[in-house]
């Protein structure tokens, strides 16, 4: 695992991009694709700024996956993942290959997750973009996480802690609108990418991020499996990293 802790939020999404940029480069170079995870939120907004303007990707050759979206939200509703992505990357990177959103408006909820379960496991994935939530969720995978499953996407309920995170972004005006169910990918799935681009600003996620990277591997704290995989790197600015003792710049 690799801890990179800059002053501001706009640093580190920018070096979370760079650093990324080099998996996405790299995979093309060896295999003539890359299979990209993305996340959304607003600890994305800075990393994603930087990577939409990346001109050394040939974009065209790559297929996008996003970790999790509502169920029942409209595609059209501002806080849709779909649309969120759709907004700022899908359409401002020039002939993407490929983006393979997930519909939480299907009909059928199991169909989707089937469809969705065959279509990620045709190949690897070479680089996971994510974020932690405030409760230490990874994608929406809530605490007590399933740390088993090996299934690539499952459907789940919300809890209060995520749910509550979501209006105070403001993506929602009330509690009540925040649907209680949603589509997301698995701890086993974001674990098996070649490599994890962790971008966590504020000081909202302190907490989370020192059980993330200081705490014991638990389920009551999702994004602790990081610890696990070899090809971490978390990009923090300081607010995020206040409470860090400061001994896992490196680990």
Known sequence: MILSV??????SGAQAAMQGALFIRSALDERGEARIILATGASQFNMLESLVERTDIDWGKCTVFHLDDYIGLSRDHPASFTNYLNQRFVKR???????EA?????????????RLNTAIKTEPIDVAFIGIGENGHLAFNDPPANFETKIPYLRVSLDHACRTQQ????W?????????????M????????????CTVPDERKAAAVY??????????????????HEN???????????????STANV
Do not use: M, Y
Request: glycine content about 8%; aromatic content about 4%; hydrophobic content about 45%.
């Open 172 to 184: 929602f005006d009330a509690l009540k609108d925040v649907p209680s169910e949603a589509i997301t």
């Open 167 to 170: 209006v105070s972004e403001g």
């Open 6 to 11: 800059d002053q501001s939020r706009e640093v």
């Open 93 to 99: 990177v020039p002939n993407l290959g490929h983006f």
């Open 232 to 246: 971490t790197w978390l990009f923090l600015d300081k607010s995020a990293a206040k409470n860090l003792t400061g």
């Open 211 to 228: 059980g993330a990277i200081e705490g014991r591997v638990t389920n009551l704290c999702p994004a602790s499996a990081l610890q696990g």
């Open 186 to 197: 698995s701890i086993a799935q974001i674990l098996s990418a070649h490599a994890i681009i």
């Open 102 to 114: 997930i519909n939480g408006t299907a009909a059928d909820t199991t169909i989707e997750i089937t």
